[in-house]
């Protein structure tokens, strides 16, 4: 599976950004997906994640009601919808996703990565 991560960019504090995953090279409602983020100078965290029909979902607290995550398996993509964006969601957001049913919010459960796109809000 190969990971395409988009979307990212310069926004200031109380905007929105979409960002996309496109999926190629196996079929995409088989994994279970996830988006992490990675801060400079901190270590990878968990964001949200999704199943592989999308009926559930799960998300860090601090993204919680701001994030909204969400699949469109006939596209092969997945989606990060973040609103009210503040200073400390800058980071490099990374798509993921994972086989088998592990530990959604463990970065080592994931099997496939993206590239990463970097968000960066200023205040």
């Known amino acids: 599976v190969q990971l395409q991560a988009s979307g990212g960019g310069l926004v200031q504090a109380g905007d929105s950004l979409r960002l996309s995953c496109v999926s190629s090279?196996?079929?995409?409602?088989?994994?279970?997906m996830g988006w992490f983020r990675q801060a400079p100078g901190k270590e990878r965290e968990f964001v949200a994640s999704i199943s592989r029909s999308g009926a559930n979902t799960r998300y860090a607290d601090s993204v919680k009601g701001r994030f909204t995550i969400s699949r469109d398996n006939a596209r092969n993509t997945m989606y990060l919808q973040m609103n009210s964006l503040k200073p400390e969601d800058t980071a490099v957001y990374y798509c993921a996703g994972r086989a088998t049913y592990s530990s959604d919010t463990n970065p080592s459960s994931y099997d496939y990565w993206g590239q990463g796109t970097l968000v960066t809000v200023s205040s």
């Open positions: 090279g196996r079929t995409f409602s088989d994994y279970r």
